[in-house]
């Protein structure tokens, strides 16, 4: 479990107009899932789902659960609507093939019936840093007792297996379906297909509240009302995945680089630094190793240096190997569903380094193409001598149809073709040449 400071202020600030769809059927069973990551917008949604049974006075909520872990702070908080709620509520891990690990463990102990489905599995329940970083063994064992403890609490007041819960916290052990039935106390309290199925077997199944109390559930005929995530929280839902987050890593900063390269631009620096802002919003509930986001912000840099310093391609190189070592590393985590696959990585730093290497390119280019106005775009420039112009002397040239005094560097006869060498201020300074050696301007 990854344990971060809370990110809920900006959670919340951007789901508070939003509602969870309401329903009107009073002793209706009402179902939600939450289907990945544990963090402060999956804890609203709970939050907002349980409010609306207790307002409808419903018979059951369901939470259909499918996570790999998450924080421990949004955790305790779901943890404490659950207890809190007045309605009854059962933690469904399913379908089959799926899990409720980490977060997703303590999550399952809190709830008033914990069901899961054939070929499921919970448990693993360690904490670890919230960015990733190892901790010292005094850490480590601090944050493990703390999160055994609130575990052991949760069994205790639920009548679960307290030996068994505190070995998923200590020693990240996991648990089939049928392992956790099977305990002496079971760790769960039945097994299930589905929702329906896990419905229809509640119907007057007496359970007891975390206060103690006792209560038959009524879900016979129940009329289900399924609560779905309002498009708010679907969004901060989806940013808070670590592809997602990779790709506005790697887009913000692109989009801030080419704001500096072109000042005035405007819409790369605004797309870039809101892409950066939901960026560091995700990373707050990843496990984020800082040491990846330097080397992908290192590599860039190098990329753009490349504009600047002649480096042969060395400086390019290297911020290709940086951007791809830290794409690597970004994502600190044993978790299948955390890692950022090379199917990303690759096109995600090819392209990115394509596109600043190409920006590099015209930038140079710029730079290498001669100026065709202004006095620097005189420079060069073959004319005419209306006059005979001695050396130091002062006469007049045509150059462009236009006529100027000029003076040369050396003998020069009328009508004979000058080449302009310098300007100073209206006056040319012009010298003999060849008319075979025009310059040409090039046209793009």
């Keep these: 479990m990854m344990r971060t400071p809370l990110v809920r202020l900006f959670a919340v600030a951007l789901i508070a107009f939003s509602t969870v769809p309401s329903a009107q059927q009073k002793g209706g069973v009402y179902t939600a899932v939450v289907d990945g990551i544990i963090h402060p917008v999956a804890a609203d949604y709970v939050r907002q789902v349980l409010e609306k049974a207790d307002a409808a006075d419903a018979a059951l909520v369901v939470i259909t659960l499918r996570t790999p872990g998450g924080l421990v702070d949004a955790t305790r908080d779901i943890n404490t609507a659950i207890i809190n709620a007045k309605t009854p509520v059962a933690v469904f891990v399913g379908p089959a093939g799926n899990r409720a690990a980490s977060a997703g463990f303590l999550i399952t102990m809190a709830a008033d019936v914990a069901a899961m489905a054939p070929g499921t599995h919970i448990g693993a329940a360690h904490p670890v840093a919230g960015n990733g970083e190892k901790v010292d063994d005094t850490m480590a064992k601090k944050m493990a007792s703390d999160v055994a403890a609130y575990a052991r609490t949760l069994a205790t007041q639920r009548k679960r297996n307290v030996g068994l819960v505190e070995q998923a916290v200590i020693e990240s052990r996991s648990f089939t379906e049928q392992e956790a039935i099977s305990a002496a106390p079971p760790l769960i309290d039945l097994i299930a297909t589905d929702v329906p199925d896990l419905v229809r077997k509640l119907d007057g199944r007496t359970i007891r509240r975390f206060d103690g109390r006792t209560q038959v559930l009524h879900t016979s005929g129940a009329a289900t009302t399924s609560v779905s995530m309002s498009w708010q929280q679907r969004v901060l839902s989806a940013i808070a995945h670590p592809q997602i987050a990779y790709l506005l890593l790697t887009l913000g900063t692109l989009g801030l680089t080419i704001e500096l390269w072109s000042p005035g631009a405007i819409l790369p620096g605004i797309a870039g630094g809101i892409c950066l802002l939901l960026a560091f919003f995700a990373f707050q509930v990843l496990p984020v190793s800082y040491a990846g986001v330097m080397l992908i912000l290192f590599g860039l840099a190098l990329l753009v240096l490349e504009v600047k310093v002649t480096s042969y391609g060395l400086l390019g190189f290297g911020g290709v190997l940086s951007l791809f070592l830290g794409s690597l590393m970004l994502i600190d985590s044993p978790l299948p569903e955390m890692q950022i696959g090379l199917r990303l990585i690759i096109p995600v730093t090819v392209g990115i380094a394509g596109i600043l290497l190409f920006l590099v390119t015209l930038a140079v280019n710029a730079q290498r193409t001669p100026a065709v106005t202004g006095a ?69």
């Design 376 to 444: 620097s775009g005189m420079v060069d420039e073959i004319g005419t001598a209306i006059t005979a112009i001695e050396t130091g002397g002062i006469g007049r040239v045509r150059v462009h149809g236009e006529i100027w005094n000029a003076t040369a560097d050396g003998p020069v006869a009328a009508g004979a073709a000058v080449r302009i060498t310098a300007v100073d201020g209206l006056r040319l300074r012009v010298t003999g040449s060849d008319r075979s050696q025009t310059r040409v301007v090039p046209v793009v």
